[in-house]
Every structure is written in structure tokens, then in C-alpha cells.
């Protein structure tokens, strides 16, 4: 059973290389080569007119644009696959340097909005289905269907309003530098935590709802039933595993859709994250740093799938011996 | 008999909701009583309320159910006026249910260890060992080989057999004093039901626990029971001693039940004259299969698992057209693969199947279209191989519209056409298959079979889902569509008085071997192998312990 898990591990990284060298070509053809290359707009247009043809042709050789695209990307895709993110265009900074905090941070909103997340939907979702179509069946159903259908830059400036407008509770943005100590960070995202969690932690309460009234309709949940098991351990050790399969590869999208919204997220809270570093590198045409966030924005992604897919195993012993027979 | 009944039901009656504002009672104003220690057979079709019934025994109604009137008094209570916490220390711990599908009835992610454990602690059933003792001294009690190795599995790791006996291991976890058995062999194979039976009919001698088998498979009621209730649509038919009712039925209803029961008949025809003049439609030579066995050498060298084992070993048979070879066997003996390998399911790796003369190759995505038209399959479970989103008309259209080429309009007719031809009504066509019934969703899979016009069909425990009548009606029309259109049949089934209705010839599996092959009249009354002649006790000591039940409580 363990050489069938290793064997579909290394599976899933063969194809994450791909994906990640796929991910590369896309964002490589993105940014360097449409339009108005990487060099005419890292500089300001005021000060682009004092340079000559000449000058300019000279710094695109030194930056090795003038190679032929193929050339290019090769060293792109070498770079990255190396986690050897080189120096921004004009100022020479290594680009690791520059998103180091940004990432850490976005990745400490994400983590902690991932468990919040999970954490919140199996307790609705168990209490849901204690009773469907209860009283606070009912009511945990219809306030998800209205949340689920809030988008996220409507929920955050209700948020900043209320907690930080009327509550006071906390400052409308936050004015916590990239590098402040972490600490400072993770009580910093609490309110942008709730709000990424508003639309997300719908959609997958939903999808646990429907997997635990289909799990708690099953025949082993009556014998469990009928056999004395009270309906706490029905509930939280006979149906919700089963019931967080099909939830499960929705949580895997949840964090690739994290990715997305944490940009608008952060933007309203002004949360010192990734989400503002791709922001700025995107209208300073950071071609390496913007290569950086979107790979390592990719790996996440890979990484959740793979990661949706063990717990999956480990909760159904069925696709376990699947698994090993193909 | 001053004593007050173990079980007492009062005007017992449960509803279902079937829309708003109506509601069907499933178990309609019922009263009877059961006397400490007694086996009570509860018998009839399925849909006539006999399930709900057991489950009322334990104060318990599937959603969309209620009880709407009349009391089970257990030892005196009523059940059906306790609370919840009242109601877990009842259930499990005075009455036990040993439900109907062992399979779908465990959690696939826990182990049969940590489902016994659970109990055990639940009921505080241990004494004085550990409650994995208990659990093993309990799948020890069930004949179970090897209770540590089947402590540490899954359900799905385990053979039908197996996992019936667990079921039956948990529902004894507090020694109840009454256990309701729901269908308990209809999963199993004739002798592992034998073997199944016997246990429990031991224990009960043992305990003297009260037992209701609750079963459409009247040969297991009149082996168990002292008693029998024939229910239908939600009344009690017939009430009274098995030998009474077997062999005296009052009601019109329970005599058609009894005749339904197959039999096994000595004078089964011989083998018709035509095997030996026809060339076969099919015939195989020399086949091995073995599971686990394709796939690179390499990668077996490096992932060494369990050694394949060989699922079959040397079969050679042939059918004629027109005719019905039964393959019969144990689950396991290799007879479903014998089938896939035929219909291309599964590919072979050594020998030979001819179809007319010519090689069939491997999997039926490799055959042209004539030959998976002229080939057909029928499986076990309909519920589960006719699409559940499609119509009944979609379902029988498709091979119509493909092999064909039919139209909408023409295929139509047809469809109506075939419906009648399996006595189903032309009403059914917009139904989806989880409207049906599991006869008439059978049906539905046979129309389909032959919308092909196919010169062989292979059955897999066609009826082995069905109540007795309605196997009975189903048998008698794949005879007629048989005659009708000159099919021949390869006709598996582990029950062996069905295929010795159907079959003019019968192949004996046992471990992926033949162990006999010859025409039905033989195979009946002069078996070779001691396997065959086994396999033939456990089916006449079924009707015969009937039987002997039955003058016992003469005298």
C-alpha cells in the first residue's frame, strides 16, 4: 500500500513539472513577449526620451534581450525551476529578497484563512446535518447562499466599515511594513481572514452539507444507528469522513482561488503581502519579480491538489487498494 | 404460556409519506406477539412492509416514515415512547438488527476492529478482557479464520461471507435478547448461507435468544422458523407454525409464494438432441485467466505484490445456438470472469474463444460492431448497470439508434415493441430506472439485451436480487424470448435449482476449475465430482430440513 502511495506521489510530481514548465511559458510569453518590451517600460516615459536608439539597444545586450525567444525562455524556465528568481530590471535587487516578506506574509493570511476556513465549515456543516431542513439547517443554508453570492471586495469594505468604522475594533488599514515581526502580521489578518472566508467557506459548507445528508442516508449509518452509537460519533466518525471527499478537491480550488482574491483582499486592507508586491511589479513591468509570484503562485496550487488528493487516501481505504490495482 | 410475551405488537401501524397530504401505510394495523426464545419467520415480497416492520422492533423509521399508531412492547415497555438516551441504551444492548447488505452496512473507512471496538465500549460489553479481545473472541465465535487479521481490515477487503458474519459478531456485542435478522443470507452463496445459518441457529440453541428472520428466501424461513408471518401490502396474510403454512396455505397469495420457490426436480430434461448437430455459437478452449497477471514484468520485479493467483485454469465449454449452458459456482470460483473474458470486459491471457468458429479478440473495444451487437450481457445488480439518467426509453433506444441506425420515431415502436415482449407496460417509458422495481428494472436490462438481437447472452446472476415470484416470471420469459429468437445463453448463478430450470447443460465451477460439465439430467442425478455432489446436498437439505421441521412440530 505504501508503494502504491509513493508510486502515485511520483505521478503527481512528474506532472507538476509540467505543469509548473507549462506555467512558465505562459507567464514568460505574458510578459516578455507582447508589446512593448520588458526594458521600454521598466523606464519611466519622462525619462525614456533621453536615451538614444543606440543606449537602448546597448542595455537590451547586456540583459541578454536580444537573444532569440526560445534562447530566453530556456533561461527563464532554468531560473525558475532553480528557484533562482535573478534582479529586477532596473535596480539590480534580488528579486527573492524582494518578495521574501510579501510571500511570507500572504502565505501566513492564506494558512491561517485555510484552517479558519475548514474549521468553520465542518462545524456548520456537521450542525447542519444533525437536522436537515431544521430550524438551524435552515438558517446556516440561507445565510451561506446569501454570502456565497457576495463578492469578495463587497464583503472586505463591509468589513473595514463595520470593525473599523463603526466598531473602532480595529485600524481601517494596516500599517504593518513588509518585514514587521510575524506576530504583528498574523494579528494584522485577522479581519482580511474573515472576509477571505466569507465567500469560500460558503461554497464548501454547501458541499459538506450535501456529503453529510448523503452519508448520514447511508445504510452503515442506520446499522450505526440501530446498533446504539449515539449521534455525536455517527455524526463526526461514521459519516463526516466520507462526507469530506467530495469537499475536499473543492478546498484544493479554494486555495488556488485564495491566490486570486487575496490580490483585491490585501489591496483593500492594505495588507503588506504578495497580493500588493504583484500589483506594483505589474505596473512597473517587474518582468522577474512578476515571473516569481505567478510560479510560486502555481507550486501552491500543485502543491494543494497534491495534498487534497493524500488526505483523500488517507480517508477512504477503498481508493487506496484502487490505486494499487491501476 | 402465563408468561408475558417477550414482544408484543399492537395495532401496529407505520406510514410513509409519498406527497404532501398522502401517506401509504407500509405496516397496516398489525398485531401479534412473540414468545421469549422464539424464531419467527416474517415472509412476503419486497415492498409488502416487512422490512419497516423490523426496523419498528428497534423503534426505528427511515426518514419519510412514521409510526402512526398502535405500541411494540418489548419485556413489557414500549419502545416507541422512549427518548433518545433511553432508546441508545436500548438499541444494541436488548435488541440488535443484523442488516440486510453486510457491504454497504459497515463505514468503508473504518476496520472491522474499530467497528466491533466501538460497540463493545458503547455497551460496556468487554467484562473482564480488552475490548480488542472481545472483538476477537467474537469474530472467533463466528468461524471467522483468522479473527486478527480481519480485526486490522476493511469491509471492502472481505468476502461476502466474511462480512456477514461480522455483521452478525457486532449485533452480538451485548448478548441482546432479541436480534432481527433482515435478509441475512441473500448476499451469500448456497453453502456459505448453509454455513451462516447453521451459526446462528447454534447460538440461538445456546442463548435462547429470540430471533425474527425477516426474508423474501422462503427455503430460509422454513429452515429457521418455528413460526411464519406472510405479509402483503402491509397486512398479515397468514400467522402460524412453518409446517401449517408451507403445506396448508389459507391464502391464495401464500400459495403462489410456495409454488414460486424453486426446486430442484430429478427429472430436469435431458440434453436436447441439437447439441450434437449444430455447430457451436461459442465455444472456448483451454482458458486461463489470471488477475494481477498482465501488465510489465519489469514492474512486477520492482513491486512485488501478492502472488497472481489463477482465477481460471483450463476451461473448455461450447454452447450451441439456441441452447443454455449454467455455470455454476461459489462467488469466486471464477464464473463472472468467465463471463467478462466472453463479453470483453476483462482481457484474457491464454487460450481461446471462438465465436462461430472464428477467435474473439480481447477486450470488446477491439471487436467490430456486428460482434459486440451479436454478444450481449446481463449483470447481477440493474440498479447499477442501466444509466440512472436515462429514460427507460433512452435505454432500450440507444442500441437500437446504434446498431441500426434507427430513427427516433422507428426506434419507438421497437422499445414498445420489447416492453410487451417482457410484459412491461408501455407507461414506463419516461421513467428512470429508480422508479422501477428491481424486476421490472431487470426487465428493462433484458429489453435492452435483446434490442440487440444477439445470438448469445451472458447472465450473471440475472435474478439473484429477485423475490421468488418475480424470478419466477423472469425465468419464464427468457425461455420464451429463447425459443422466440434462437439465443443461446450462458446462464451463471450460484443457485443451483435456477440453473438447473434454465440449462440444458451444466458446467461446475469450483477455484477456477471444471469440476463437472455435462447435460442437466446427468449433472442432477450422477455428478462426478464430490464438489458437484456437495453442492447438490446443500440445496436438498434446504427443502428437505423444511421438511423435517416441519413433522417435528407434528409431533
Known amino acids: 500500500m505504501l508503494a502504491s502511495i509513493a508510486r502515485m506521489i511520483g505521478r503527481r510530481l512528474f506532472m507538476a513539472f509540467f505543469i509548473l514548465s507549462f506555467t512558465a511559458l505562459i507567464v514568460f510569453l505574458g510578459t516578455e513577449v507582447l508589446p512593448g518590451d520588458a526594458l521600454t517600460a521598466s523606464i519611466p516615459a519622462e525619462e525614456l526620451q533621453f536615451y538614444s536608439p543606440e543606449q537602448l539597444a546597448q542595455m537590451r545586450s547586456e540583459l541578454g534581450m536580444d537573444r532569440s525567444i526560445p534562447v530566453r525562455f530556456l533561461e527563464v524556465w532554468h531560473q525558475l525551476m532553480t528557484f533562482d528568481f535573478g534582479t529586477t530590471i532596473m535596480k539590480k535587487e534580488s528579486v527573492a529578497t524582494r518578495i521574501f516578506h510579501p510571500i511570507v506574509n500572504s502565505a501566513i493570511m492564506a494558512g491561517l484563512a485555510l484552517v479558519v476556513m475548514l ?19 435552515n438558517a446556516i443554508s440561507t445565510t451561506t447562499l446569501f454570502t456565497y453570492s457576495m463578492p469578495d471586495f463587497v464583503v472586505s469594505n463591509v468589513f473595514v466599515i463595520v470593525f473599523a468604522v463603526w466598531l473602532g475594533l480595529v485600524p481601517a488599514v494596516i500599517f504593518a511594513p513588509t518585514n514587521a515581526p510575524k506576530l504583528t502580521i498574523l494579528a494584522a489578518a485577522i479581519v482580511p481572514v474573515i ?19 448523503e452519508a448520514l442516508n447511508s445504510d452503515y449509518v442506520e446499522r450505526a444507528r440501530l446498533a446504539g452509537i449515539p449521534q455525536w460519533r455517527i455524526s463526526v466518525i461514521h459519516a463526516l469522513p466520507s462526507a469530506l471527499i467530495p469537499m475536499l478537491n473543492a478546498t484544493a480550488y479554494f486555495v488556488a482561488g485564495l491566490l486570486a482574491t487575496s490580490v483585491v483582499v490585501e489591496a483593500v486592507f492594505k495588507f503588506p503581502g504578495a497580493g500588493g508586491e504583484l500589483l506594483r511589479a505589474l505596473s512597473q513591468r517587474e518582468i522577474p519579480t512578476i515571473q516569481a509570484i505567478a ?8 502543491f494543494a491538489n497534491l495534498i487534497a488528493d493524500l488526505a483523500i487516501l488517507a480517508l477512504d481505504p477503498r481508493v487506496r487498494t484502487r490505486s494499487s490495482n491501476g | 404460556m402465563t408468561q408475558i410475551p417477550h414482544i408484543d405488537v399492537r395495532n401496529l401501524r407505520l406510514v410513509y409519506k409519498t406527497g404532501p397530504g398522502t401517506e401509504l401505510a407500509a405496516v397496516d394495523d398489525i398485531s401479534f406477539s412473540i414468545g421469549k426464545g422464539e424464531t419467527l419467520g416474517i415472509v412476503g415480497e419486497s415492498g409488502c412492509g416487512k422490512s419497516s ?34 432508546l441508545l441504551q436500548f438499541r444494541g444492548r436488548k435488541a440488535a438488527m443484523v442488516p440486510q447488505n453486510p457491504l454497504s452496512s459497515l463505514t468503508p473507512h473504518r476496520t472491522i476492529g474499530q467497528h466491533m471496538v466501538e460497540l463493545i465500549r458503547q455497551h460496556n460489553a468487554a467484562g473482564s478482557l480488552t475490548p480488542r479481545d472481545k472483538a476477537l473472541e467474537l469474530l472467533a465465535a463466528m468461524e471467522l479464520p483468522d479473527p486478527a487479521a480481519i480485526f486490522k481490515r476493511y469491509p471492502h477487503q472481505l468476502s461476502g461471507g466474511q462480512r456477514q458474519r461480522v455483521v452478525i459478531a457486532a449485533a452480538l456485542v451485548a448478548e441482546p435478547e432479541l436480534i432481527i435478522l433482515d435478509e441475512p443470507t441473500t448476499a451469500l452463496d448456497k453453502t456459505v448461507e448453509t454455513q451462516v445459518l447453521d451459526l446462528v441457529s447454534r447460538l440461538q440453541k445456546r442463548t435462547g435468544t429470540t430471533l425474527i428472520y425477516v426474508s423474501h428466501d422462503l427455503n430460509v424461513v422454513a429452515r429457521m422458523c418455528e413460526r411464519v408471518l406472510v405479509m402483503q401490502k402491509g397486512k398479515v396474510l397468514e400467522d402460524g407454525p412453518t409446517l401449517e403454512v408451507f403445506t396448508q396455505p389459507k391464502t391464495e397469495y401464500a400459495r403462489s409464494l410456495i409454488a414460486a420457490i424453486p426446486k430442484l426436480r430429478s427429472d430436469a430434461k435431458s440434453a436436447p438432441l441439437k447439441v450434437a448437430v449444430d455447430a457451436p455459437v461459442l465455444s472456448v478452449r483451454d482458458l486461463d485467466f489470471t488477475y494481477g497477471g498482465g501488465g510489465s514484468k519489469l514492474l512486477r520485479r520492482l513491486f512485488p505484490g501478492p502472488a497472481p493467483s489463477r482465477t481460471l485454469d483450463d476451461i473448455s465449454l461450447s454452447i450451441t445456438p439456441g441452447s443454455t449452458l449454467g455455470v455454476v459456482g461459489e462467488s469466486g470460483s471464477g464464473k463472472s470472469t468467465l463471463a467478462g473474458l466472453v463479453a470483453g470486459l476483462v482481457d484474457g491471457n491464454g487460450g481461446k474463444i471462438l465465436f462461430e468458429g472464428k477467435q474473439l479478440t480481447g477486450l470488446a473495444t477491439s471487436r467490430d460492431r456486428d460482434l459486440r451487437r451479436r454478444v450481449q450481457m446481463i449483470f447481477q445488480d440493474p440498479a447499477s448497470s442501466l444509466n440512472p439518467q436515462h429514460t427507460v426509453e433512452q435505454i432500450i433506444a440507444r442500441p437500437l439508434q446504434i446498431f441500426f441506425g434507427m430513427s427516433r420515431a ?16 408501455a407507461s414506463l417509458l419516461a421513467r428512470s430506472p429508480r422508479q422501477l422495481s428491481g424486476g421490472q428494472q431487470q426487465r428493462v436490462a433484458i429489453a435492452r439485451a435483446f434490442a440487440c438481437k444477439p445470438d448469445l447472452v451472458l447472465c450473471d446472476e440475472i435474478t439473484s436480487a429477485l423475490d421468488v415470484t418475480v424470478q419466477a416470471q423472469v425465468l419464464k420469459q427468457m425461455k420464451r424470448l429463447q425459443q422466440e429468437h434462437n439465443t443461446a445463453y450462458l446462464f451463471i448463478s450460484h443457485d443451483l435449482p435456477v440453473v438447473a430450470e434454465m440449462s440444458d447443460q451444466i458446467l461446475v465451477l469450483e477455484k477456477g476449475q471444471v469440476r463437472d460439465y455435462a447435460d442437466t439430467g446427468t449433472i442432477l442425478t450422477n455428478p462426478k465430482s464430490p464438489y458437484t455432489r456437495k453442492l447438490l446436498d446443500a440445496f436438498s437439505t434446504a427443502s428437505a430440513q423444511a421438511a423435517q421441521r416441519t413433522v417435528k412440530h407434528v409431533s
Open chain 1, 195 to 213: 472576509a477571505l472566508c466569507v465567500h469560500g467557506a460558503a461554497y464548501q459548507f454547501r458541499l459538506l452539507r450535501a456529503g453529510m445528508v
Open chain 2, 53 to 86: 416492520l423490523a426496523r419498528a422492533f428497534l423503534a426505528y423509521t427511515r426518514p419519510g416514515a412514521r409510526i402512526a399508531g398502535g405500541s411494540v412492547l418489548v419485556s413489557g415497555t414500549d419502545i416507541l415512547s422512549l427518548d433518545a438516551a433511553q
Open chain 1, 295 to 302: 510560479f510560486l503562485a502555481a507550486l501552491a496550487v500543485v
Open chain 1, 119 to 137: 474549521a468553520l465549515v465542518i462545524a456548520l456543516g456537521v450542525l447542519a446535518s444533525l437536522k436537515p431542513g431544521g430550524r438551524l439547517d
Open chain 2, 410 to 425: 422507428a426506434s419507438r415502436d421497437r422499445v414498445v415493441e420489447l416492453l410487451q415482449e417482457l410484459d412491461l407496460d
